[in-house]
């Protein structure tokens, strides 16, 4: 049997405690793309976040997979989008202007239902309850 410690650095199988060490830095969306390069380092491809309930699937080599949770009780996503408004809330909690459980609570308002972040391409996309795009914004480097 191969110890855990030797699997995570062979396979770069990433924790959730790692994954919140990172998150914990970023305090404004200034700091979102050094927690890009760090989660990165550790071996993430790509993650997803529901707005739901803000539970983030993040995803490894090796169909290495981490769910980090629900981050809050679930809540309600419209059924129809609402880009514009959606882009607005998008910019105020860019700005610093909302905490994450406001920036989800607007996201339901306005129809997005989750969002992916793909390292390779260093994209966010948002997606509506029908699986349709709504914005893909490039993760400035």
């Known amino acids: 049997m191969v110890p855990a410690a030797i699997l995570i650095k062979i396979y770069n199988m990433f ?3 790692q994954l919140k060490a990172a998150h914990s830095k970023v305090r404004s969306g200034a700091d ?3 927690y890009i390069r760090e989660i990165g380092k550790l071996g993430v491809r ?3 976040t529901f707005v739901i309930d803000g539970n983030s699937i993040y995803y490894g080599e090796g169909d290495h997979a981490v769910p980090t949770g629900a981050r809050y009780a679930s809540i309600s996503i419209a059924d129809n989008c609402d880009a514009a408004q959606f882009r607005a809330d998008l910019l105020a909690h860019q700005q610093g202007k909302t905490d994450f459980f406001t920036f989800c609570s607007d996201c ?3 129809g997005v239902d ?3 972040i793909c390292m390779d391409a260093l994209t966010c996309t948002y997606y509506d309850k029908a699986g349709n795009e709504v914005l893909v914004e490039m993760i400035p480097q």
């Open 46 to 48: 790509w993650y997803d």
């Open 108 to 110: 339901a308002r306005s």
């Open 114 to 116: 989750k969002w992916v």
């Open 15 to 17: 924790t959730v405690a």
């Open 32 to 34: 979102f793309p050094a």
